[in-house]
């Protein structure tokens, strides 16, 4: 729609035009700019290739928001027509993953994966799949993939590129029909002759570009250029050159194939409705094989493949929440930090039998993850170099050892008083008595570092080992369970020890449909769901119509949390939520 079309079609509009000389200034001026960029903006990861000095085929400028990068002043589609390559080069956080589990398993294990020749037929991978194990596999961890994975069960490195091919606005109708196939041979069946050799991988089901393509060449005569101009025709919706596409493409299939009229009109129609979403078959070939990697190392290495995952995505408190629920669900400890074991980054560490999660995997017996200090808030690089630096050689022996060896220029009270909220010196005592004596063991270790500046030498103190480094720590309980929580989810990002909620949704489990975490928009768009948890934040607003209150609330269970707007009329209904 257009201005001009607008007051051509809508006698209203151009009355208002005629008759009102502010509406006809600003319908004229608004005319003038209609089209035009609003502003420079640029995309986050497209690369321009020319076969010279790019200045020949376009303008270019430096970015206006700074820095020395140089952009063209065309967008996007000037660029292709003026000859140009637009190459779109993302960076998938998956494939980071990925290489570190790889490199954690060789440190680990002295075992080295080469990804590229792993088997793609392997038993283990194609079961964790169809377990529902996905959090953290790339491009198969939503709700609603995972529900289509546990209900195809795959057995087949190309039902994983089917699925990341057909889980896409359109296709996904299909998804449905092609499980049933996949379960029951007998239902496979194929709309017209000859489409067996274009769709018998895919039980007969239209999954990518290329069957378009095939189909287009083998029943309708096409040649390749004719069919890709015919891919661009449908995918990009062009009414002109559709039409002359759907002729084109109804009568090939009938004098090329013998295909009966009516069956090439209705093929046409379900090519038509696909094509505009349809995958590239070498686009879901990688993607899929990618899946299928991070499935691979996640089945034989869980704990190592969980590792990697958190420490990449230590950012991101919701994914990493949602990684410490799959280590429950895989039976992987997941241990707060710890001053004596705990690197920057997320560890592997061992643990005595008797921590053994009872429904742990048999190969990873003996195994869990330790938080890294990178993940503390309030603890930074130079805090954490000092305290490893000071733990060379060996192990802090008690929490005042660990106060009279580290450099408390950079490990000030403020970070202490976050090591020990948030776990790191659980070994030595509860919290509670750590915060408290904590100002009589930092003031004695001030004092001792003064005294080894100053040179000050005495009969007790000529040699650190013979210090007496033995902690009196005031004789106090721990601090409520409730507080212990919430200073845990203040510095980790993250409940830990248990979460409040657990309880709550234990009590509700029967009368709940999903967890938070199981939610999809593309699978549960218009359906009623039942979540339970609790309300972490909550806004009210007046709306401009009629100044009647609404609220916008964050709602929280033990897998993650999700906004939500409760609207007048309900909200009149409950106003005291």
Not at 319 to 333: D, F, P, Q
Not at 486 to 500: C, I, N, R, S
Not at 515 to 532: E, F, M, R, S, Y
Request: glycine share 6%.
């Amino acid at each position: 729609m257009t201005l001009k079309k607008a007051l051509e079609i809508t006698p209203e509009l151009q009355k208002l035009k005629d008759q009102d000389p502010e509406i006809n200034k600003l319908l004229n001026m608004a005319q003038k700019v209609e089209g035009n960029a609003r502003h420079i903006s640029v995309h986050a990861a497209a690369v321009i290739v020319g076969p010279d000095d790019l200045v020949k085929y376009t303008p270019l400028q430096q970015e206006t928001k700074g820095g020395d990068r140089i952009i063209t002043q065309y967008e996007m589609h000037a660029c292709e027509d003026v000859g140009l390559i637009k190459l779109d080069i993302l960076g998938i956080a998956n494939l980071t993953i990925l290489a570190n589990a790889v490199k954690i398993v060789e440190a680990l294990h002295n075992i080295k994966i080469n990804i590229k020749k792993v088997p793609l037929d392997d038993k283990d991978t194609f079961e964790l799949l169809a377990r529902g194990e996905t959090m953290g596999v790339f491009q198969l961890s939503s709700g609603g993939m995972t529900k289509y994975l546990i209900d195809l069960h795959p057995e087949r490195i190309e039902d994983v590129m089917a699925m990341v091919a057909l889980y896409r606005p359109g296709p996904m109708g299909s998804i449905p029909e092609y499980i049933e196939r996949k379960r029951d041979p007998k239902k496979i069946t194929y709309f017209v002759p000859g489409l067996e050799k274009i769709l018998d991988m895919s039980y007969g089901i239209i999954t990518y570009q290329d069957d378009v393509l095939f189909m287009a060449i083998q029943l309708a005569g096409y040649n390749w250029e004719e069919a890709d101009k015919f891919r661009k025709a449908i995918g990009k919706k062009i009414p002109e050159e559709m039409e002359k596409q759907h002729s084109k493409f109804v009568d090939g299939c009938v004098e090329h194939s013998g295909i009966d009229r009516q069956k090439a009109e209705d093929l046409f129609k379900q090519i038509e409705t696909f094509a505009a979403y349809g995958f590239n078959k070498a686009h879901a070939a990688s993607y899929g094989v990618v899946a299928y990697w991070t499935a691979y190392v996640k089945a034989h290495y869980p704990v190592e493949y969980m590792t990697a995952l958190m420490s990449v995505e230590a950012g991101d408190t919701d994914k990493v929440t949602s990684a410490i629920n799959e280590c429950e669900k895989l039976g992987i400890r997941v241990l707060p930090p710890d001053v004596n074991e705990s690197l920057t980054d997320f560890t592997v560490v061992d643990i005595p039998e008797d921590q053994w999660l009872p429904e742990g995997r048999a190969r990873d017996l003996g195994k869990a993850i330790r938080f890294g200090l990178s993940a503390i808030k309030n603890v930074g690089a130079s805090a954490i170099t000092a305290i490893l630096h000071a733990r060379e050689g060996s192990e802090f022996q008690s929490f005042t050892d660990f106060m009279n060896r580290v450099d408390l220029s950079k490990v000030n009270k403020k970070v202490v008083e976050s090591l020990i909220r948030a776990g790191a010196f659980d070994r030595y005592g509860n919290r509670a008595q750590l915060l408290a004596a904590l100002p009589i063991v930092r003031d004695n270790a001030v004092k001792l570092s003064k005294d080894k500046d100053s040179d000050q030498v005495s009969l007790f103190s000529q040699d650190s080992h013979k210090l007496d480094v033995t902690d009196r720590l005031p004789d106090i309980p721990e601090m409520p369970l409730d507080e212990k929580l919430k200073l845990e989810k203040q510095l980790l990002g993250v409940y830990l020890t248990d979460h409040p909620v657990k309880k709550l949704v234990r009590i509700v489990a029967n009368q709940i449909s999903h967890k938070i975490d199981q939610l999809d928009p593309t699978l549960h768009l218009n359906q009623t769901v039942t979540l339970a948890g609790v309300i972490s934040r909550v806004k009210l607003v007046n709306t401009k119509k009629n100044n009647s209150k609404m609220a916008f609330i964050t709602l929280e269970d033990d897998t993650k949390s999700i906004d939500c707007v409760v609207f007048p009329k309900l909200y009149a209904e409950n106003p005291s939520m």
